[in-house]
C-alpha cells in the first residue's frame, strides 16, 4: 500500500476583496488586475483569525472527512510563511488545539511550494511504515505581509488553509512520483523583509519554465505520458502561469483547476483548497491521474503524480 490522501479539507475567510474595492486604495483597475493575472476578488481574514485559526478549521473538517479522530494522528505538518509568531510553531498549536496528543509537529518553509514539500515529506514516514497517519496543511495569511500600497503585489494575494490527511491506500493509489527542487541563487526575486517583495519578470519566467518540466518529469518518473493526465492542479500564482502548464502537458481547459478567479495566490494553501473545489465540483473521480505543481520563494518547487483515492 502506498501513500494517499484520505480526508480533505479547507477553510477560507469571509471577508471577499473584489478588484473593485482596490481601485479605491491604488493606482489600479479591476481590468488591469483580470488581464494580467487572472484574479476577479480574494479572501482577507480579520484581525483575530490568524494562521492556526485558519489551519485549525481546514484540519477540523479533514480529520472528519477521513473518518479518524484526533488521537490517531501520528505526525503534523504544516506548511506555511506567516506562522502566529516565532515559536511555537503553527504545528505545536494546532496540536494542542485538535487534541492531537500523540502527534509530532512541525512547521516547514517552502513558501508557495511548502504544501508540496509537506506532502512529500509525510510520504516517506508512510512508505517507511513508521507512521500511519499525518496532517498536512498549507495555510497563510499573507494579507498581514503584504505593502497594501505596492498595487504590484497586492493585488495578488489572499488568505486560506487547506488539510489532508495522509496514510496508507490502495495499491495502485496515491503518490505514484514526486519531484522537489531548490535554485538559492533566485531568493532575491521573491523574498520577504517587512512585506513581500517580489521582481515578477523574473519569477513569471522561473515559474512557467519550472511548472511545465517539473510536471513532465514527475510523469516520466511514474512511466506515463501526457495522455494519462486526468487533471492538473497547478499553484494559483497567475493565469498566465497556469495556462503555459496546461499547454505544456496539451490538456483541455476542463481538466485544469483555475481557482485563482476566487482566491488570488493564497501561498502553501493554493494546492489544497485548488483540490477540495475540484473535488466538490466532481471532477475528480476515483483512479484519475492527477499531478499537483508549485514554486515559491527561495526558490522552490515541487511536483507530484497521484493517482487519486483511497
Not at 532575491?188 to 513569471?204: P, S
Not at 483512479?287 to 526558490?299: P, R
Request: glycine share 10%.
Amino acid at each position: 500500500m502506498g501513500a494517499g490522501i484520505i480526508g480533505i479539507g479547507r477553510y477560507v475567510p469571509e471577508k471577499v476583496l473584489p478588484n473593485f474595492d482596490l481601485e479605491k486604495m491604488m493606482d489600479t483597475s479591476d481590468e488591469w488586475i483580470r488581464t494580467r493575472t487572472g484574479i476577479e476578488e480574494r479572501r482577507i481574514a480579520p484581525d483575530d483569525i490568524d494562521t492556526s485559526d485558519m489551519a485549525y478549521f481546514a484540519a477540523e473538517r479533514a480529520l472528519h472527512d477521513a473518518g479518524i479522530e484526533a488521537k490517531d494522528i501520528d505526525l503534523i505538518l504544516v506548511a506555511t510563511v506567516t506562522p502566529d509568531r516565532s515559536f511555537p510553531s503553527v504545528a505545536c498549536m494546532l496540536q494542542e488545539r485538535l487534541g492531537a496528543v500523540n502527534a509530532a509537529a512541525m512547521d516547514l518553509s517552502a513558501a508557495c511550494a511548502g504544501f508540496m514539500y509537506g506532502m512529500v515529506t509525510a510520504a516517506q514516514f508512510i512508505d517507511t511504515g513508521v507512521y500511519k497517519y499525518i496532517l498536512v496543511v498549507g495555510a497563510d495569511k499573507l494579507s498581514k505581509i503584504t505593502d497594501w500600497t505596492d498595487r504590484n503585489t497586492a493585488v495578488l494575494f489572499g488568505d486560506g488553509a487547506g488539510a489532508v490527511v495522509m496514510g496508507p491506500v490502495s495499491p495502485g493509489r496515491g503518490i505514484l512520483s514526486f519531484e522537489l527542487g531548490a535554485d538559492g541563487t533566485g531568493g532575491k526575486h521573491l523574498y520577504k523583509d517587512e512585506y513581500i517583495v517580489m521582481n515578477g519578470r523574473e519569477v513569471f519566467k522561473f515559474a512557467v519554465r519550472q511548472m511545465g518540466e517539473s510536471s513532465v518529469r514527475v510523469l516520466e518518473k511514474a512511466g506515463l505520458t501526457k495522455d494519462d493526465v486526468d487533471f492538473l492542479i497547478p499553484h494559483q500564482a497567475n493565469i498566465r502561469i497556469v495556462e503555459a502548464a496546461r499547454q505544456r502537458l496539451e490538456l483541455p481547459e476542463e481538466k485544469i483547476s483555475t481557482t485563482i478567479r476566487r482566491y488570488g495566490n493564497t501561498s502553501a494553501a493554493s494546492i489544497p483548497i485548488s483540490l477540495v473545489e475540484e473535488l466538490e465540483a466532481g471532477k475528480i473521480h476515483d483512479d484519475d491521474l492527477i499531478i499537483m505543481v508549485g514554486f515559491g520563494g527561495g526558490l522552490t518547487w515541487g511536483a507530484i503524480a497521484l493517482r487519486w483515492g483511497r
